[in-house]
């Protein structure tokens, strides 16, 4: 980031078209930290130290993170000696400064680091080049100000005057910087455009007979990346954005947390077997056998699923095996199933669309975990066949499955704890719960498949659920498998797939689960 020199901040008022780039304030996030006469600048984004800081120098900038005083403001009690010390401070430790663009001493946009390693060159950007505000940059309120930010950019803009704002909007749907002049002066337009080109929050269109357009309508990676994949999976980890982030109990003391376990619907239960260890013990092929033959199927055989079946698959996939907690580590309920979950939160709750089952009439109903039962919650047929029917629309219309298995989450048991991140956690959890019930289902003879996509609002409004407090994130088919005839050969690579490294072992432990299957000649 280019700023103007310190002596500029200091020069008698700016003319009324007059342009200054510079050093505006201080992060709010900025802690102080004073010890053996050296000053230490401390921030989620970065560090500074310094010796010989005049404590009145120390005092001001207490003053300006404590009430975010604008440091034009901050520097009025100071000497010119120790105004240029503040102000120097501000130069050397850009990531921990707010920097201003500024239109005849007024404030148009402030930017601000969101990143360690936050760093642009303004660029030259001459009127006549089509501009457009990237497709990849959001607007929000942050702060109390109208913010912009980007996963393609390590800064943060704040919009403060209504001429900038009118700017922005006409960068939307692209425009010359020409076109701006009617909202700005010239210089000012020059300076904005040339530190949002620099930033990555603007395009500038191509026109130089190769490739022409903007970059987010013609780069082959950019192309391929929605908004709001690019937005979350720059959220979901960190690198790039300074919000905090992490199991950092954000509402310890403010909100009760969620309990373990959600409070079990009213309605007609069925009760479900479940099974013995020893015997599961006795009769499950091995672990590397499972994990060989483990296929998507969408094809189902003539007899349906039974309910001994659905008791034992969601027994080894999703029970309660016990409860724990609070403590003053974990200061909420955890609990503890069959797969993995981060800080024990177990956040997911499933569902069952029935279709066909053996000692299940078909509707919709809730698992139980702890009491390991099912519960009715819609027997709505029009509303079952909807359900049905989206997951059937997730397989290509190739499946017909017995039953849906709709995963949701009860989001303000990980939003409790962590910040930034919930939502992704859950989707691992999801995915580890899809392998979950790959694996044992294939141990167990069935049909598996989970799905990419569901309706998050039909299976809300068909379930019953608060789309913010509890809503579907993943969703799981399940049906009878065929048994094997014999002679029956497992599925091999078609023969446009080059084989790598051991495929034989699939079809070696697809071969043993059907001879398991088929039972003795």
């Not at 080049?129 to 940059?137: D, G, I, M, N, P």
Request: net charge negative; proline share 7%; hydrophobic share 40%.
């Amino acid at each position: 980031m280019q700023n103007s020199s310190t002596l500029a901040t200091l020069a008698p008022p700016a003319a009324p078209a007059e342009i200054r780039e510079c050093p505006v304030g201080f992060r709010s996030d900025v802690v102080i930290d004073v010890r053996d006469g050296v000053l230490r600048l401390l921030s989620p984004i970065g560090g500074y130290a310094l010796n010989g800081v005049a404590p009145a120098v120390v005092e001001a900038l207490r003053d300006i993170v404590a009430s975010g005083t604008a440091l034009a403001d901050g520097v009025e009690k100071l000497s010119d000696t120790e105004a240029g010390q503040l102000y120097t401070i501000a130069e050397r430790a850009p990531k921990l400064a707010e920097f201003g663009i500024l239109l005849g001493g007024r404030l148009l946009v402030k930017l601000e680091a969101t990143a360690r390693d936050a760093h642009y060159e303004k660029a030259a950007v001459p009127l006549d080049v089509r501009v457009k505000l990237s497709k990849f940059v959001l607007l929000r309120s942050h702060a109390g100000a109208l913010v912009l930010e980007s996963p393609l950019a390590r800064h943060r803009v704040t919009l403060v005057a209504p001429a900038a704002g009118a700017a922005i909007t006409a960068l939307g749907g692209g425009c010359t910087g020409a076109d701006l002049l009617g909202e700005l002066p010239e210089a000012a337009v020059s300076s904005l455009l040339g530190h949002l080109v620099g930033a990555g929050f603007v395009e500038t269109e191509a026109v130089d007979g190769g490739v022409n357009g903007f970059p987010s309508d013609t780069d082959p990676v950019l192309r391929q990346w929605d908004f709001h994949d690019l937005v979350t999976h720059s959220r979901a980890r960190t690198g790039r954005f300074d919000q905090p982030f992490g199991g950092i109990f954000p509402f310890l003391g403010e909100i009760e947390p969620q309990p373990a376990l959600k409070p079990v619907p009213t309605g007609p239960s069925i009760v479900l077997d479940r099974p013995e260890l020893e015997d599961i013990l006795a009769v499950d092929p091995s672990l590397t056998t499972v994990l060989e033959a483990r296929t998507s199927v969408r094809d189902y055989g003539e007899t349906p699923l039974s309910v001994a079946q659905i008791g034992e698959f969601l027994y080894r996939t999703a029970r309660v095996r016990a409860v724990y907690g609070p403590s003053e580590a974990t200061p909420y309920e955890a609990s503890t199933r069959p797969y993995p979950c981060g800080g024990a939160a177990y956040e997911l709750e499933l569902y069952l669309t029935v279709r066909r089952c053996d000692g299940i009439e078909p509707g919709c109903y809730y698992y139980d975990p702890v009491g390991h039962r099912l519960v009715l919650v819609n027997e709505d047929p029009s509303d079952r066949q909807a359900m049905l029917h989206a997951a059937s629309v997730a397989t290509a219309m190739q499946a017909n499955a017995d039953i849906l298995i709709t995963m949701t989450a009860r989001h303000q048991r990980l939003s409790w704890k962590y910040r930034s991140m919930a939502y992704s956690v859950s989707l691992k959890h999801a995915g580890v719960l899809y392998q979950t019930m790959y694996l044992v289902a294939t141990a167990m003879g069935l049909a598996p498949c989970g799905l990419g996509s569901g309706d998050a609002d039909l299976a809300a409004r068909v379930l019953g659920l608060d789309y913010l407090t509890e809503s579907s994130v993943g969703d799981f088919i399940l049906g009878s498998r065929a048994v094997p005839q014999e002679g029956a050969t497992a599925r091999r690579l078609p023969e446009n797939w080059r084989p790598v490294n051991d495929p034989q072992w699939g079809v070696q432990s697809q071969s043993t689960l059907f001879r398991r299957f088929r039972g003795p000649a």
